[in-house]
């Protein structure tokens, strides 16, 4: 990742490697909303961070909900690389590294969760969730209305309706695999930066010291998808950024080295699930961006 360093909206127990620009440790102190007591079985954050905005790798005692409002994370967690737009959000589950990049300027809306109010439909791995309109409002009355004590009355109730809507939302995750090997590394690496990039596999190969045959076989290990489809998935994703941020789907599948806007929305769908257009809007009907599942690696790896 490249960009700038910014530390993360934390609340206690924040274990970070990060250190901001000027060289000061994370700042614990809440943006948006009330500071909780550490007590408290939800805290609620808020933060905007610029494009290109980057929070290192980190993590917190408490299993966290990570949503922006506005604008794309890019959030790399348990061997995987995550694309999250404002329809979607990523639960992590306690003690898991994490680390994020802004992809356009981002509006992110967080809580975090003590042990004994997880809900036990959660998994314990990074699950991306299709956010509903109703958690979307849940979040943002709970940042604006947040009290210090959460024991009881009101802010206890909302809390527990919120919970309850995590539990309920529909899986959708919207990730990459990454290699452990450097060469396929390097190789995923430069499709990443480049996502438009029309070379072959043999030329990737050569970049990366390798034949053709051990990158295909390394992806197939490593990727649990051809070369060739994790490469689809990663121009797809890809576009979702520039989608949310407002491009059309020709000037999309021009940047991404597709033959014709057709064939880019195509291959979208198929990915996806849906058409490119239901990313366009911010405020677009979580249900019509739903989607199918990206194949990820195993589930049970922790970054």
Same mark, same amino acid.
């Given at each position: 990742?490249?960009?700038?360093?910014?530390?993360p909206?934390?609340?206690? +127990?924040?274990?970070?490697?990060?250190?901001?620009?000027?060289?000061?440790?994370?700042?614990?102190?809440?943006?948006?909303?009330?500071?909780?007591?550490?007590?408290s079985?939800?805290?609620?954050?808020?933060?905007?961070?610029?494009?290109?905005?980057i929070?290192?790798?980190?993590?917190?005692?408490?299993?966290?909900?990570?949503?922006?409002?506005? +604008?794309?994370?890019?959030?790399?967690?348990?061997?995987?690389?995550?694309?999250?737009?404002?329809?979607?959000?990523?639960?992590?589950?306690?003690?898991?590294?994490?680390?994020?990049?802004?992809?356009?300027?981002v509006?992110?809306?967080?809580?975090?969760?003590?042990d004994?109010?997880?809900?036990?439909?959660?998994?314990?791995?990074?699950?991306?969730?299709?956010?509903?309109?109703?958690?979307?409002?849940?979040?943002?009355?709970?940042?604006?209305? +947040?009290?210090?004590?959460?024991?009881?009355?009101?802010?206890?109730?909302?809390?527990?309706?919120?919970?309850?809507?995590?539990?309920?939302?529909?899986?959708?995750?919207?990730?990459l695999?990454?290699?452990?090997?450097?060469?396929?590394?390097?190789?995923?690496?430069?499709?990443?930066?480049?996502?438009?990039?029309?070379?072959?596999?043999?030329?990737?190969?050569?970049? /990366?010291?390798?034949?053709?045959?051990?990158?295909?076989?390394? /992806?197939?290990?490593?990727?649990?998808?051809?070369f060739?489809?994790?490469?689809?998935?990663?121009?797809?994703?890809?576009?979702?950024?520039?989608?949310?941020? +407002?491009?059309?789907?020709?000037?999309?599948?021009?940047?991404?080295?597709?033959?014709?806007?057709?064939?880019?929305?195509?291959?979208?769908?198929?990915?996806?699930?849906?058409?490119?257009?239901?990313?366009?809007?911010?405020?677009?009907?979580?249900?019509?961006?739903?989607?199918? /599942?990206?194949?990820t690696?195993?589930?049970?790896?922790?970054?």
């Amino acid at each position: 990742m490249s960009g700038t360093s910014i530390a993360p909206a934390a609340p206690p +127990g924040t274990s970070s490697s990060l250190v901001s620009a000027r060289g000061r440790p994370p700042d614990d102190r809440p943006v948006f909303g009330p500071a909780s007591q550490p007590s408290s079985k939800v805290i609620c954050l808020g933060r905007d961070y610029p494009d290109g905005g980057i929070v290192g790798p980190h993590c917190h005692a408490r299993a966290q909900l990570i949503y922006a409002m506005a +604008g794309v994370m890019e959030i790399r967690a348990a061997g995987s690389l995550w694309i999250v737009p404002p329809q979607r959000a990523l639960w992590v589950s306690a003690g898991v590294e994490h680390a994020m990049r802004a992809r356009g300027a981002v509006s992110l809306r967080t809580f975090y969760v003590a042990d004994h109010a997880v809900p036990a439909d959660l998994p314990n791995v990074p699950t991306g969730l299709a956010v509903t309109p109703l958690l979307r409002e849940l979040i943002l009355r709970a940042i604006r209305d +947040g009290r210090a004590d959460d024991r009881g009355g009101r802010q206890g109730r909302l809390f527990d309706v919120l919970l309850d809507e995590v539990a309920a939302l529909p899986r959708c995750p919207f990730c990459l695999a990454m290699p452990d090997d450097p060469r396929l590394r390097r190789v995923c690496d430069a499709i990443l930066a480049r996502p438009g990039d029309r070379r072959d596999m043999a030329a990737f190969a050569r970049d /990366a010291g390798a034949s053709p045959r051990t990158l295909a076989r390394l /992806a197939e290990r490593e990727l649990m998808v051809p070369f060739s489809v994790w490469r689809q998935q990663a121009r797809v994703l890809a576009a979702l950024p520039m989608l949310v941020g +407002g491009g059309s789907v020709a000037e999309t599948a021009a940047a991404l080295g597709y033959e014709t806007p057709s064939a880019f929305a195509a291959m979208f769908r198929r990915i996806i699930g849906a058409a490119p257009a239901a990313y366009r809007t911010q405020g677009a009907d979580p249900a019509a961006a739903f989607g199918r /599942a990206v194949p990820t690696r195993k589930a049970s790896r922790s970054g």
